[in-house]
């Protein structure tokens, strides 16, 4: 009895120590955990959370739709943001005086914030016309 317990002890701190070295290697990756990050970190957790109701809602939760989304897409997202970090680090593009890890972020969180936008006027959310235009006039900027 003491085997199984010392050892389920073990895989546990195992298993503390690995999330631990995985979050201070992507908190690394992606140029640290600012203000920034955490924007888009929390609207892509409200972005999974209102395409799993708008999924629900529409009866197509299995769809490769949210297949994509949610297991390829979002950590797309933060590869490509652990890119534009390490390009900032670059000396070559210490003359260009702009973060590119700023410019994805902002970017991003344009992205999440319009498909949050989405979601929710398809699960019958008003949006006031103000927040609409200015999101559409933040889309239009990002794609040029």
Partial sequence: MGNIKETLDNLLLYTQGLF?????????AVGGIDGDI??????????????????IKEKNVLSKNMF?????????????IATMAQLD???????????????MITGCIIM??????????KLGIKLPGLIENI??????KLDQ
């Fill in 68 to 80: 994509i989304g949610f297991i390829i897409r979002k950590p797309a997202i933060y590869l490509a």
């Fill in 38 to 55: 955490r924007v888009l970190f929390c609207l892509t957790i409200i972005d999974c959370a209102t395409g799993l109701l708008k999924a």
């Fill in 112 to 121: 999440e914030s319009i498909s949050i936008m989405e979601n929710l006027t």
């Fill in 89 to 103: 680090k670059a000396t070559f593009l210490n003359d260009i005086n702009i973060s590119l890890r700023v410019c």
């Fill in 135 to 140: 999101l559409a006039v933040k889309k239009q």
């Fill in 20 to 28: 631990f070295w995985l979050g201070a290697g992507f908190a690394s």
